[in-house]
């Protein structure tokens, strides 16, 4: 018995110390990271000898700054979405909602592969496209934003796919079924009811991808993220990122200025990441109180019904009333 | 063709798109590699060291580095996400275990080039005076750091699994007069096998798919490791370190190799998780 309580106190003991040093380690590395670097956050590490407004307004050139290498990560992951998200939701909404059988468990199977090639391969793959396409197709292709994005759209497909997906899955019988019985064709309720409510779902996995893209540093190494190329003007061309730019800098600074802004730009970065995971469980959030909130289902299927374009709801409305005359109330 | 059949065309060709891109990933490196894996390169490929200058490209080390730090990070990792799921599952207060699970996602959220730059300047040294061998930049270096990057990864799926543990199990347990203990070793802990396994084979293929890490602090020695405080590289690192430009030169090939390989272990992880969920009928994660 006493040998029993021994045990069960050093298993005990043992599971805190290892939550300990887990949030040791974390505190630690984020702490030394805001040691070190919090006192470079100011105007001029972004805008460096530039004045703030003409840089954004005139659109003069910003040197010793961090802004072109900001600029090129948003203008990165905006074009990597562009291509990543109709390609995902539809494919999403293709395997919730249509995908049956054999085929749906290959389609399964590739995207549960495609989320897990290393990223750095993904790179490998663009740049060899890239490659290929310069000596093939045009000399004027080689790796530049334009191929780090659609490299980015492919990393992050196979996570909008499945969020999408999940998200329509998870939508209740109920409210699944309610438009159909109201006459609906599978494609009005897709648009009209389920869509819109695995909405929120949705973006709150777009939101996640955003963060990925923004903080991925493998795959746009290869595929033409350069150290120092301003502003980006053209997808054409070579870009400046941050996260590449943390790399850079803890290769090859040169003086304690310059590794200040490497801290810096760790903490930027890490601010922006925090911040898009924060927005994507925000969201997450408050669309599982909206599926606890049953009660309200039923006005905003109506609602959403008599929000249809005319044409469409004048059929929906008919089936709606030659519905509620025949068998009573349904909604 | 009416509209709703074109439409789900159109839905069709998008998933259709979209699992060809991994077909294509796949067949492009099997094809711009095939001049290394046939001729008679592909054993040395495989056994042989990495020295350009000779003509040899041999991407053993490359190998053993990427085994030994990612299997040396699951070593580390394991048990320090196994005590914390428990803690936050079974033992933690409420409080205690919900902050828990919020440092844990936070976790998540820390972009790994984040994590490689704060090693250089703190881990990396610390290393290097506490076991005074080389620069500090090692297998052990890199390990350490991957081990707090792969963590939440097995702490969240563990927690899952443990969560998903019948109630009326546990009830049963304290009607014998079992303690909390008794749950965790005796029902806990052997009802969430396939969430344990699941979460070591994803934790491993992350530790193996990283490549910012190994590359800021391994190192990136190509010689073959004799110890854990050597300097390694990954074959993730390898692509990463690409300088040549000359596309056609057996170099050049040999990173493919070094994808094709990287490709085939994370999808036989990929077949290992889903024919465990499929056998167990373990839900999503």
């Given at each position: ?7 069960e ?8 110390l ?10 630690t590395?984020i702490g ?6 919090l006192?470079?956050?100011n105007?001029?590490l972004?805008f460096?000898?530039?004045a703030p407004?003409e840089?954004i ?6 040197f ?5 290498a900001?600029?090129?990560t948003?203008?990165l ?5 562009i291509?990543?998200?109709p390609?995902?939701?539809?494919a ?5 909602e249509?995908?049956?059988g ?6 399964s199977?590739?995207?549960?592969i ?6 750095i391969v993904v790179g490998?793959f663009?740049?060899s496209?890239?490659?290929?396409l310069h ?7 080689y790796?530049?934003l334009?191929?780090?994005a ?14 999408t997906?999940v ?5 209740p ?7 159909p019985?109201l006459?609906?064709?599978k494609l ?5 009811v389920?869509?819109?409510?695995a909405?929120?779902a ?10 990925r893209?923004?903080e ?10 350069v150290a120092?190329a301003?502003?980006?003007?053209s997808?054409?061309?070579?870009f400046?990122a941050?996260?590449f730019?943390?790399y850079?800098?803890?290769a090859q600074y040169s003086?304690?200025?310059?590794l200040?802004?490497?801290y810096?730009?760790?903490i930027i970065l890490l601010?922006i ?10 969201i997450k ?6 599926f606890?909130a049953?009660?309200?289902d ?5 609602q ?5 374009p ?5 059929s ?6 030659t519905?509620?005359?025949g068998?009573?109330t349904?909604? | ?9 159109a ?9 060809l891109?991994?077909v ?7 094809i711009l ?8 390169h592909?054993?040395e ?9 000779h003509g ?5 080390s490359?190998?053993?580095g990427?085994?030994t730090i ?5 070593l ?7 005590g914390?799921?428990v803690?936050?599952a ?11 699970k919020?440092?844990?996602r ?5 972009p790994?080039v ?9 881990l ?7 076991f005074?061998?080389g620069s500090?930049m090692?297998i052990?270096?890199a ?5 707090i ?14 969560e998903r543990?019948p109630r ?17 070793i005796?029902?806990i802990?052997p ?6 396994v ?5 934790a491993l ?8 890490i190994?590359?800021m602090?391994?190192?990136n020695?190509?010689g073959l490791p ?10 993730t690192?390898?692509i ?8 056609d030169?057996?170099e ?5 190799a070094?994808g094709?390989l990287l490709y085939l272990m994370t999808?036989?992880?990929v077949?290992?998780?889903?024919s465990l969920?499929?056998?167990?009928g373990?839900?999503?994660?």
């Amino acid at each position: 018995m006493v040998m029993k309580r021994v045990k069960e106190s050093i298993i005990v003991v043992l599971s805190w110390l290892c939550s300990l040093l887990l949030a040791g380690s974390v505190a630690t590395i984020i702490g030394y990271l805001l040691f070190k670097g919090l006192a470079t956050i100011n105007l001029a590490l972004i805008f460096g000898d530039t004045a703030p407004l003409e840089a954004i307004f005139l659109g003069r050139q910003v040197f010793n700054g961090l802004l072109p290498a900001m600029v090129g990560t948003l203008a990165l992951v905006l074009l990597a979405l562009i291509f990543a998200i109709p390609l995902g939701v539809a494919a999403g909404i293709y395997m919730a909602e249509y995908g049956k059988g054999r085929l749906k468990g290959w389609f399964s199977l590739f995207f549960d592969i495609l989320a897990s090639i290393p990223s750095i391969v993904v790179g490998l793959f663009g740049f060899s496209v890239a490659v290929f396409l310069h000596h093939n197709l045009s000399e004027r292709i080689y790796p530049c934003l334009l191929i780090a994005a659609l490299s980015l759209a492919f990393l992050v497909l196979p996570y909008i796919i499945r969020t999408t997906q999940v998200a329509l899955e998870s939508i209740p019988v109920t409210i699944r079924q309610t438009a159909p019985a109201l006459g609906a064709t599978k494609l009005q309720n897709i648009s009209h009811v389920l869509l819109p409510h695995a909405l929120s779902a949705m973006m709150s996995g777009i939101v996640l991808a955003m963060g990925r893209c923004a903080e991925d540093t493998a795959v746009i190494m290869l595929t033409g993220v350069v150290a120092s190329a301003g502003m980006p003007r053209s997808i054409f061309a070579g870009f400046e990122a941050l996260p590449f730019y943390i790399y850079y800098i803890s290769a090859q600074y040169s003086d304690s200025r310059e590794l200040a802004s490497g801290y810096g730009a760790a903490i930027i970065l890490l601010i922006i990441c925090i911040m898009l995971f924060g927005l994507a469980f925000y969201i997450k959030a408050r669309f599982e109180l909206t599926f606890t909130a049953r009660s309200g289902d039923k006005r905003r299927i109506s609602q959403r019904i008599m929000k249809a374009p005319d044409r469409r709801k004048k059929s929906l409305k008919v089936n709606f009333q030659t519905e509620q005359s025949g068998q009573g109330t349904l909604l | 063709m009416t509209r709703a059949r074109l439409i789900e065309r159109a839905l069709l060709l998008a998933a259709t798109v979209s699992g060809l891109s991994t077909v294509s990933i796949f067949v492009f490196m099997v094809i711009l590699g095939l001049p290394i894996l046939t001729a008679g390169h592909f054993s040395e490929l495989l056994t042989g060291p990495w020295s350009p200058d000779h003509g040899v490209y041999g991407i053993r080390s490359m190998i053993v580095g990427s085994l030994t730090i990612s299997f040396l990070s699951l070593l580390f990792a394991f048990p320090l996400s196994l005590g914390t799921s428990v803690l936050i599952a079974v033992l933690a207060p409420r409080g205690v275990a919900l902050a828990m699970k919020r440092l844990v996602r936070f976790m998540t959220a820390i972009p790994t080039v984040v994590y490689g730059f704060v090693g250089i300047f703190l881990l990396v040294p610390i290393i290097r005076e506490l076991f005074v061998h080389g620069s500090g930049m090692s297998i052990l270096t890199a390990a350490l750091l991957l081990a707090i990057l792969i963590s939440p990864t097995m702490i969240l799926i563990f927690v899952d699994s443990f969560e998903r543990v019948p109630r009326s199990y546990l009830t049963a347990v304290a009607a014998l007069g079992g303690s909390r203990i008794d749950k965790l070793i005796h029902v806990i802990l052997p009802c969430s096998w396939p969430g344990i396994v699941t979460g070591l084979v994803l934790a491993l293929g992350r530790a193996m798919g990283d490549t910012m890490i190994s590359l800021m602090v391994a190192g990136n020695s190509v010689g073959l490791p004799q110890s854990i405080l050597d300097s390694s590289r990954t074959l993730t690192g390898h692509i990463g370190l690409i300088i040549s430009a000359d596309f056609d030169s057996l170099e050049f090939k040999a990173l493919f190799a070094c994808g094709l390989l990287l490709y085939l272990m994370t999808s036989i992880m990929v077949v290992i998780i889903r024919s465990l969920h499929f056998r167990a009928g373990v839900r999503g994660w």
